[in-house]
């Protein structure tokens, strides 16, 4: 079993920045793919970013050139540094684990943009 717990989230006013961080915790060391995504109210859970085990990124268009996806030396953690946010940004932003073919997911935390 693997428990993830996200955190930084907030409020940020349109261009500012927010640093996301994902923990997780139990067992980790069949940790292999890290992700974030987001759901805005009414629409879909969509990704933002993902970064494998060797620490190979991937982003959605939306995400490219203002977001950075990394991780820790432990593999366990995981990090997205977000820039120049939009207020279309807003949303619950989950970590997803991916550990031994088993998906588990984060309580998310919430990132509102707005002046």
């Known amino acids: 079993q693997v428990q993830v717990v996200e955190s930084g989230g907030g409020l940020v006013q349109p261009g500012g920045s927010l640093r996301l961080s994902c923990v997780a915790s139990?067992?980790?060391?069949?940790?292999?793919?890290m992700g974030w995504y987001r759901q805005a109210p009414g629409k879909q859970r969509e990704m933002v970013a993902a970064?494998?085990?060797?620490?190979?990124?991937n982003y959605a268009d939306s995400a490219k050139g203002r977001f950075t996806i990394s991780r820790g030396s432990a593999k366990a953690t995981v990090y997205l540094q977000m820039n120049s946010l939009k207020p279309e940004d807003t949303a619950v932003y989950y970590c997803?684990?991916?550990?031994?073919?088993?998906?588990?997911w984060g309580q998310g935390t919430q990132v509102t943009v707005s002046s």
């Open positions: 997803k684990v991916l550990s031994r073919s088993s998906v588990y």
């Open positions: 139990g067992i980790i060391w069949s940790i292999s793919d």
């Open positions: 970064i494998t085990r060797d620490g190979s990124p």
